[in-house]
């Protein structure tokens, strides 16, 4: 079992940056994989970006981007707090929506899982972008 908990959503002006934070608790050999997804209204949900390691600090880490946020997007842990953070820059309308953080065991080194594969989910934290 795995807790995850967002924050750092906020609202800023196009350009703009903000870092969101995802702490999680519980079974450590379950955040083999996590990752951001987004949804914005009337639209589905969308995965962001991923991070695939496991609960040792030495094991090589992997990550994935959608199209729309490489470049401006940064995924990293912390493992010795096991926190999820997702630093986001040059930020524009379109990446208005509300941000989740899941997680699973099974690992996600070959590519963005969907977001309907991660077995967790926070509650989510939201983003507005508008000037």
């Known amino acids: 079992e795995v807790r995850l908990l967002e924050s750092g959503g906020g609202s800023v002006q196009p350009g703009g940056s903000l870092k969101l934070s995802c702490a999680a608790s519980g079974s450590t050999v379950s955040t083999t994989c996590m990752g951001w997804i987004r949804q914005a209204p009337g639209k589905e949900r969308e995965g962001v970006a991923s991070i695939n390691s496991g609960p040792q600090t030495t094991q090589s880490q992997t990550t994935h981007y959608t199209d729309s946020v490489k470049g401006r997007f940064t995924i990293s842990k912390d493992y010795a707090k096991n926190i999820l953070y997702l630093q986001m820059n040059d930020l524009n309308p379109e990446d208005t929506a509300m941000y989740y953080c899941?997680?699973?065991?099974?690992?996600?080194?070959?590519?963005?899982?969907?977001?309907?594969?991660?077995?967790?989910w926070g509650q989510g934290t939201q983003v507005t972008v508008s000037s």
């Open positions: 899941g997680a699973r065991r099974i690992g996600c080194s070959s590519g963005l899982p969907a977001p309907g594969d991660f077995a967790f």
